[in-house]
């Protein structure tokens, strides 16, 4: 059983496209996640929801909306895509504040 | 916001090899991790240790939080060790967790 899935695995798309990422975590956790990690490995966290309720919302473009249907779903929708865009991005989920357990990524190629 | 940094940057290891991988934070933190993201991308939690030193197997963690820094030993490295491995820090309950740039290990047959 996967603990954190994310889809798709991976996404190439055309600049100014919209796209979505959908990630779900199966552990019963409060608290998702997502990461941004560039070419060179750097991972940097986007947003947290707590409880389905946004509590960290680092200075990220609006073209980037997440949304948290419920406590398990936490998924992530791109307007506008740009080149810069291009990374892998990841999901990732724990109880509280504990250990965090992330989804295998979504590798995004925009052309 | 809290700075992390890992060292050594690189590391290439013979199988058997034992090895340090160190973790400096600026500021006192009530969370630290460390991971392990595999050639095929996946990253795997190893530990959760604020403070105190943890064991699992052959790899080993120890945080000196009144001092700054985390520990990571691998003992009698095998090439499933290679891969970066990753310290993050968080300052207080909800903050961010802040990912060092990581080390990235290869273990050579």
């Known amino acids: 059983d996967t603990a954190v899935s994310q889809t798709p695995k991976y996404l190439v798309t055309q600049m100014g496209n919209d796209k979505s990422i959908k990630c779900e975590q199966n552990l019963g956790h409060d608290t998702m996640y997502w990461y941004k990690q560039d070419s060179k490995k750097f991972l940097k966290i986007m947003f947290s929801?707590?409880?389905?309720?946004?509590?960290i919302n680092e200075t990220v473009p609006n073209r980037f909306s997440p949304k948290s249907p419920d406590k398990a779903h936490l998924n992530l929708h791109i307007n506008s895509l740009e080149l810069g865009d291009s990374a892998v991005y990841f999901c990732?989920?724990?109880?509280?504040?504990?250990?965090?357990?992330f989804g295998p990524g979504t590798r995004l190629t925009v052309l | 916001g809290i700075q992390v940094e890992q060292s050594p940057p690189d590391l290439i290891l013979q199988e058997g090899a034992n090895s340090t991988l160190r973790c400096n934070f600026s500021d006192s933190v009530n969370n630290l991790q460390w991971f392990h993201q595999n050639p095929w991308g996946q990253l795997i939690n190893l530990f959760y240790i604020p403070s105190g030193t943890k064991q699992n197997g052959r790899l080993s963690a120890t945080t000196v939080a009144t001092e700054r820094y985390s520990l990571l030993y691998i003992s009698s490295s095998q090439t499933t060790d290679s891969g970066v491995y990753f310290c993050?820090?968080?300052?207080?309950?909800?903050?961010?967790?802040?990912f060092g740039a990581g080390t990235q290990v290869v273990v050579t047959p």
């Open positions: 990732a989920s724990s109880q509280s504040t504990d250990t965090q357990y």
């Open positions: 929801y707590n409880n389905k309720e946004l509590i």
């Open positions: 993050a820090a968080r300052l207080g309950s909800w903050g961010k967790l802040q």
